[in-house]
């Protein structure tokens, strides 16, 4: 792992020298939260208020946690094809560094910015939708490092192959946009038929989503044991398999 | 080259054949690099080159043959050869934003380097003044000095160089090549690519001849210009009305040629120049203008392949 911390550190000077990039990953999901907040400000009383305010102060966090994570896989992806399309890759490839040690540097860099991102989101977020719901913070930005490093080693193995940039956002966007859909973040579990519900629990962003939910709302570690070794799992087969596929060209 | 000619052979290649599908991109290429050369593979775009220096460089598993990189094998034992060479790529790339002094602090934490030693390298290529500059704003000339700090930080035995002045104005070029030499006065091996003949002719010791994928001689360019072009010739200008009898004369002529006061006199000895100099001065024949035309190694090129390097 020689060179990891030089690499890390330069990988995120040279991102947030990129100024579009640096807005899309941390300013843009920061804003959806604000905005969101903002919203749920103008629900007014009523028989749907219950489930509205609901919406608000636990699905919308979770949602915007979600995304925070996508775009930090959407980023990796794209930076790693894009190194690969234009020979760094290659040119790092003469050098004793090995793929483990790029992928690593590379995560880290993103569940930095991811917790950077996090925490501007929830600062900046309306205080009394968050506040209401009585929020373990650094619980919740725990779990949402875990689910991003699994959400995020499922972006390693697209990363360690895809050829260009070209590919790199649409192979993201089929991928994981579909399961936030059937997650259990917008309906819930309970309701699927018992086959989607099974289909739904093969994939991790289902894991991801429910322990989120859990932990914003206030539930123990313990009880999302399971969607915490799911999210584990997920990463240490990911992590395996794209340093076995791994491309430097 | 330096003194004596180098003996030790720390590049073998032998039978080395590559293909890309249907493509047979380089067939029975053997040569080998010896300690303390600028050895040049030269031919056209898309004669082999890169791939040969690719799977000499181990990036590349050659459908068969053999070779040999200071008695290891570059597949297999790659992480090994990895902190002796030092490698620039063609075409190479780095981040857009990165800094000259960022990039070459990582490639010396890479290979476990000090960060001083990659600011000495700076300094020794030049490129202090521009060690804040990011890699996209570096011209083609600093952005090559940039590659070969990195591929030299590692203060590696042998260098390889693909392709190192391609783009380059010919001022920029001539800096390069100072560069290159300077490698080889510090006691390393030099193994380069180049389409440019004249590149080749003035800094490499050796060459070998590589067209459609099959080395086709190697030796150093000025026994490879007497093996296959040595004819010699002289152009004069003189209005002497007995000099062409005595061109005509000499034993080393081959064929004179005159139109009005302008001789052309060829032939294959290397002795040609001189004896044609004596001739002229014995008789005191006067003369307006004398040049010597020397065949060079693009005139190999053309002679062995039966095409130019430019087709």
């Known amino acids: 792992m020689h060179g990891l911390g030089r690499l890390m550190w330069i990988e995120l000077k040279v991102f947030l020298r990129e100024p579009l990039g640096a807005f899309g990953t941390v300013v843009a999901p920061v804003l959806v939260l604000v905005l969101f907040g903002r919203i749920g400000t103008y629900v007014v009383a009523g028989g749907a208020q219950k489930a509205a305010t609901a919406f608000f102060t636990v699905d919308v966090p979770v949602f915007v946690t979600i995304l925070i994570s996508i775009n930090a896989v959407v980023s990796l992806v794209s930076i790693m094809s894009i190194y690969r399309e234009s020979g760094i890759l290659k040119r790092l490839s003469t050098t004793p560094l090995r793929p483990s040690t790029i992928l690593t540097a590379h995560v880290l860099v993103k569940l930095f910015l991811t917790s950077m991102t996090l925490i501007l989101a929830l600062l900046f977020a309306n205080r009394s939708l968050l506040t209401a719901a009585g929020v373990p913070f650094l619980r919740f930005l725990l779990a949402a490092l875990i689910a991003t490093a699994a959400i995020l080693s499922m972006g390693f193995v697209i990363a360690s192959f895809v050829p260009s940039g070209r590919f790199a956002q649409p192979i993201t966007s089929v991928l994981l946009y579909p399961m936030i859909a059937i997650s259990g973040l917008f309906v819930p579990l309970s309701s699927y038929s018992p086959g989607f519900r099974s289909f739904a629990r093969v994939l991790p962003m289902t894991y991801a989503v429910s322990l989120l939910h859990g932990i914003w709302k206030g539930e123990a570690w313990a009880a999302h044991a399971g969607d915490i070794g799911a999210l584990f799992l997920v990463f240490a087969i990911c992590t395996a398999l794209s340093t076995k596929i791994f491309r430097w060209e | ?311």
């Open chain 2, 1 to 311: 080259m330096n003194g004596t000619k180098p003996a030790r052979a720390v590049i073998e290649v032998s039978g080395l054949r590559k293909t890309y599908g249907s493509l047979v991109a380089v067939d029975e290429v053997s040569f080998e690099v010896h300690d303390g050369e600028i050895f040049g593979l030269i031919g056209p775009n898309g004669a082999g080159k890169t791939t040969t220096m690719e799977c000499v460089e181990g990036l590349r598993t050659p459908d068969r043959g053999k070779i040999s990189v200071f008695g290891l094998d570059p597949i297999r034992d790659i992480h090994k050869l990895q902190n002796r060479m030092g490698v620039q790529l063609q075409e190479a790339q780095l981040q857009k934003r990165i800094k000259v002094w960022e990039a070459v602090h990582l490639w010396a934490s890479l290979y476990g380097m000090k960060s001083s030693d990659g600011e000495r390298l700076l300094e020794q290529l030049g490129m202090v003044d521009k060690r804040n500059t990011w890699f996209m704003k570096l011209s083609g000339g600093q952005k090559q000095r940039l590659f070969i700090a990195l591929a030299l930080i590692n203060d590696p035995e042998v260098v390889f160089l693909d392709e190192l002045t391609t783009g380059l104005d010919p001022q920029a070029r001539r800096a390069i090549w100072e560069l290159v030499r300077g490698i080889r006065a510090r006691g390393k091996t030099v193994f380069l690519t180049t389409h440019l003949m004249e590149e080749a002719e003035r800094l490499c010791d050796r060459v070998a001849i590589i067209d459609h994928g099959r080395i086709i001689d190697v030796d150093s360019p000025e026994a490879l210009v007497n093996r296959y072009c040595p004819e010699r010739t002289v152009v004069l200008m003189t209005d002497d009305p007995s000099a062409e009898v005595l061109f005509r004369a000499m034993p080393q002529v081959a064929a004179v040629s005159a139109n009005g006061g302008r001789f052309t006199i060829r032939g294959k000895s290397e002795d040609l120049v001189t004896t044609v100099i004596r001739c002229l001065s014995e008789n005191r024949i006067r003369v307006s203008d004398f040049r010597t035309i020397l065949p060079n190694l693009e005139d190999v090129f053309i002679k062995v392949t039966g095409h130019s390097i430019r087709d």
